[in-house]
């Protein structure tokens, strides 16, 4: 197995939502573009739940 090198960031809390439609039984996804997806993938368009940062007030 050859050198491996990892590096981590504390970034603080995250949240993720998820909204639900129940007259149309279906979730909302957004869909974005992901770089490193682009050369491991079909497309680099992905498919993801909402979620973001926690700011400390």
């Known amino acids: 197995m050859g050198k491996y090198s990892a590096k981590f960031f504390e970034r603080g809390h995250a949240a993720v939502l998820l909204p639900y439609d129940p007259l149309r039984d279906e979730v909302v996804l957004i869909e ?26």
């Open 32 to 57: 974005q573009i992901r770089i490193p997806a682009y050369d491991s993938s079909v497309s680099p368009w992905l498919l993801e739940m909402v979620a973001g940062i926690i700011e400390a007030r």
